[in-house]
């Protein structure tokens, strides 16, 4: 799945191009209990472990964009 992370002020907003109905519903539906966890490139042992505590997460019906605000970040190697 294609995605744009940016970074502005402890806030790490996803910009992910998604088109598929069912997910896009599950994934509104579970918005409080979502994770995001990155693999760095080239670093297999090296995560990101991305949060919202609110649920912050949008969908753009005309743009078939979906925006998920995570304000934790956790690195950690595992």
């Known amino acids: 799945m294609d995605y744009e992370l940016q970074q502005a002020d402890g806030i790490w907003k996803f910009i992910i191009d998604i088109s598929?109905?069912?997910m896009i519903t599950n994934i509104l539906q579970n918005?409080?209990?979502?994770?995001i966890f990155v693999v760095t490139e080239?670093?297999?042992v090296q995560k990101?472990?991305?949060y919202s505590k609110d649920g912050l997460v949008?969908?753009?019906?005309?743009t078939g964009k979906m925006n998920i605000l995570a304000?934790?970040?956790?690195d950690y190697s595992v």
């Open 20 to 22: 598929d109905k069912a």
């Open 31 to 35: 918005r409080h209990e979502l994770n």
């Open 42 to 44: 080239g670093q297999p």
């Open 48 to 50: 990101s472990w991305y």
């Open 58 to 62: 949008e969908y753009n019906h005309e």
């Open 71 to 74: 304000d934790v970040k956790i």
